[in-house]
């Protein structure tokens, strides 16, 4: 599973992705597995209320299901436009 | 339906104009073109970060929507990346309709929904040190007037 | 704060990016064309008459109010009259300001009041005849939300 | 005092504008008086619900007084815009 990482998520973390084996069912259960990896990893997921994750390209939940799902992004709330 | 997700900048004018020649029998054309601010006089840069992949999919999903909802002779998004200083044009939205209503309505909610739901991020680069911009509970209340 | 009411035609790319130009620090800018559209493909040709001497009065006072009630960077306006042709441009709005809500807001303000409190009256000349333009109770009505 | 007509009000009475004397204190007293003028003007006049009337270039009311005006317009609904 590739699992990305967009602005201060990559900055934290160190590394734009990590290409990781996983029998993780839920979003959450996958964060628990990250923050076992290391301190960035605890420091990017300290507080999940300022993330979103996005499944295969679709925004998502952290209770969602990762079954059959191939990639999975972290990155803070969006700020595009003006 | 036209989605460009670009590093390169692009000229709002030309853009306006051949999105209008594009739409003939619109009676309607409304334009908003983002622009990066100076902060308070001291933004070096910006650096807007985005999701390759999903970009184009989470515009075209946004602009689909609004077609739903509007009568629409064509909508047009531009949105870019990278490295931009200030007075550059970050992006543009373009919507013909009709009647002025839809068209403006449109805009908004393409708006509405570029700024909380794609995915971009953007980075100020001031003398004093690198921040991420952070997301307004406004922005997100914007979205529940549709 | 720019008003032009003119006989000539004019470039809508051009006036956005001229009027972005002038109203640096705005993060938003937005601007409204208004095309002649085709009157089911017999539209011959479209005539605009106003009431010289009120008519730029009318417009600036609109605009005048608009600013007192929006954060506004800049606003344009311009109007044609006279003789204009399906696809020709009949007027257009801009406006900018530091954030797109008050820009979307001001720029809509405007067109709503341009279009019934703006002395200009137009007439549809088609295969079949002429005929002015009626005012639609929808226009009117949409004073009220303001 | 001028009195300007435009669109189909101008169409109807045949001229842009007539310059008059007249003692009339309201616009509707000055309507009663041009409709003493001919049919074109009866014509013109024949349902005040379409017209408006500007007073020195100002939106006005029907029941506005002409004191000290100078300019008087009379026309239909304005259509400006798209």
Redesign the interface.
């Known amino acids: 599973m590739d699992v990305?990482y967009?602005?201060?998520v990559?900055e934290r973390i160190g590394v734009p992705r990590d290409t990781i084996e996983t029998d993780a069912a839920t979003v959450n259960d996958l964060i628990e597995e990250l923050r076992a990896r290391g301190e960035e990893y605890q420091f990017a997921f300290e507080d999940i209320r300022a993330l979103r994750v996005?499944l295969d390209?679709?925004?998502s939940d952290f209770d969602a299901s990762l079954s059959g799902v191939k990639e999975v992004?972290f990155?803070?709330?969006?700020?595009?436009?003006? | 339906m036209t989605v460009r997700v670009q590093e390169e900048t692009f000229?709002?004018?030309?853009?306006?104009?051949s999105f209008?020649q594009s739409v003939?029998?619109?009676?309607?054309?409304?334009?908003?073109?983002?622009?990066?601010?100076?902060v308070e006089g001291k933004l070096a840069e910006m650096l807007?970060?985005?999701?390759p992949?999903?970009t184009e999919?989470?515009i075209s999903k946004i602009v689909d929507e609004a077609k739903t909802r509007w009568s629409l002779a064509g909508a047009l998004v531009i949105?870019r990346y990278g490295q931009l200083g200030a007075?550059d044009q970050?992006?543009m939205v373009a919507t013909a309709s009709?009647?002025?209503?839809d068209?403006?309505q449109a805009?908004?909610f393409l708006?509405d929904y570029?700024?909380?739901?794609?995915?971009?991020?953007?980075?100020e680069r001031t003398a004093s040190g690198d921040s991420?911009?952070?997301?307004r509970d406004e922005?997100?209340d914007?979205l529940s007037r549709w």
Chains 1, 4 share one sequence.
Do not use: C
């Not at chain 2, 709002?12 to 104009?17: A, F, I, R, W």
């Open positions: 990305l967009f602005a201060w990559r996005a390209q679709e925004l992004a990155f803070p709330p969006m700020t595009g436009g003006e | 000229d709002p004018g030309l853009e306006l104009n209008t003939q029998g619109a009676g309607a054309v409304v334009s908003f073109t983002g622009v990066v601010r100076d807007i970060e985005h999701y992949g999903m999919k989470a949105h007075g970050i992006m009709r009647h002025r209503v068209a403006f805009a908004e708006m570029l700024k909380s739901r794609a995915p971009f991020w953007k980075k991420w911009v952070e997301a922005d997100e914007a």
